[in-house]
Structures are given as structure tokens and as C-alpha cells.
């Protein structure tokens, strides 16, 4: 499911992870092929975000074609090019962050990963907090830095928060650390309700 979230700064693409969810099978790392059922297990991938500009997308259809390395180098070009456009600690690069972020999932590089992860969560907390703030204070005005503001822009970057903490989730999933996933899931989650539960 694809949906189209309007913020300050443009459109977002969300990718969610629902159509990612493969009962009683797996798939290896970097694939989203089912393998034959009777596992017991359940794989997800990592979602990336694909930005109003088209960002993320190459990245995506290389992952998608099973070419994760290939896919971390252009991940790398585009959280490049976000950082130059607007500065390290913009809500717009975390988009970047948690694409690069998923790459390196998909090569089963998790450690770097999760410090991507971590940048990413870290601007969704301090978007979603500003612009919480920003609509305490002034009820129907809209908070003005880029992603934030009350409604629909803190609606947005709960969404993409959300996402973020979710793909974290799946990274120590495949990790082996059931207890960080559940709690990194159990956070989405409150954000939302609508990702799947992973046990």
C-alpha cells in the first residue's frame, strides 16, 4: 500500500511495510521472494520512503532486483545530496537516513544500520515534539520549518517516524535481537496502529 502524505516541504511516499509480510515462509536477506512454507518463520523487508523528487526510488528497484551494494551506493548519492541541500540536522533527511539505513539491512550490515536508523528516529522525535509544541501554542496556525506543523504535518511525521522505528524493528529482527525489536516495534506501533504486529 502507497500512500501520499502533503508537509511543508512537498510529498512524501510511503511505502508501507504491509505487503512485505510473508507468512509461514522466508526470504533471504535482500530478497522479496517467499521461500517454501513450513518454516514457522516470518521475513519482512525493510520499507524505503520515496521522497516528492523521486528519491529513494533507484535504490528501491535495486534492492528490489537483488542488488543491495549497488542500491547502498546510490542510497549514499542521495543522503549526499539531501545533507548539501539543507543541512545535517533538516526533518527532510530523514528519509535519506532510513533508505541508506535499509540498504545496509539488506546487506545484513546492521550495526551501521541501526546508527542510520538512530539519525533517522532522531529528527522524526524532535519534528514530531516541535510540531506538537508548535500546535499546543498556537492552535490552527501552522508551525513554518520545513516538515512540521499542526494537523496534517505532525499526522505526517508520526507516519514516517512510525516507518522508521518499524524498519529498525525488522533490522534486529534478522539480527537475532527479539528483545530491541519488540521494543523498537512496540513504538511504531503506538504511532501506528496500522503496521502489522510482528511475534
Request: with cysteine; glycine share 12%.
Amino acid at each position: 500500500m502507497i500512500q501520499t502524505m502533503r508537509t511543508a516541504v512537498g510529498s512524501i511516499w510511503l511505502a508501507l511495510a504491509m505487503g512485505a509480510v510473508i507468512l509461514g515462509g522466508s526470504a533471504p536477506e535482500g530478497s522479496g521472494a517467499p521461500q517454501p512454507a513450513g518454516t514457522g518463520r516470518v521475513a519482512v523487508a525493510p520499507q524505503m520512503i520515496l521522497g516528492a523528487n523521486g528519491e529513494g526510488k533507484k535504490a528501491q528497484e535495486l534492492l528490489q532486483a537483488g542488488h543491495p551494494s549497488e542500491a547502498r551506493a546510490v542510497a549514499e548519492k542521495d543522503l549526499q545530496t539531501s545533507i548539501a541541500q539543507s543541512g545535517f540536522s533538516s526533518f527532510g533527511n530523514m528519509v535519506s537516513y532510513n533508505n541508506l539505513a535499509v540498504a545496509y539491512t539488506a546487506e545484513g550490515k546492521y550495526a551501521e544500520a541501526h546508527k542510520l536508523f538512530a539519525r533517522a528516529i532522531g529528527l522524526g522525535r524532535a519534528a514530531v515534539s516541535q510540531g506538537l509544541m508548535a500546535a499546543g501554542y498556537s492552535a490552527g496556525s501552522t508551525y513554518t520549518q520545513a516538515g512540521a506543523g499542526s494537523g496534517k504535518g505532525v499526522a505526517v511525521q508520526k507516519k514516517i517516524l512510525a516507518l522508521c522505528l518499524f524498519n529498525n524493528s525488522i533490522a534486529y529482527r534478522r539480527e537475532g535481537d527479539l528483545v530491541k525489536a519488540a521494543r523498537f516495534q512496540a513504538d511504531a506501533r503506538k504511532l501506528d496502529p496500522s503496521l502489522p504486529e510482528l511475534k
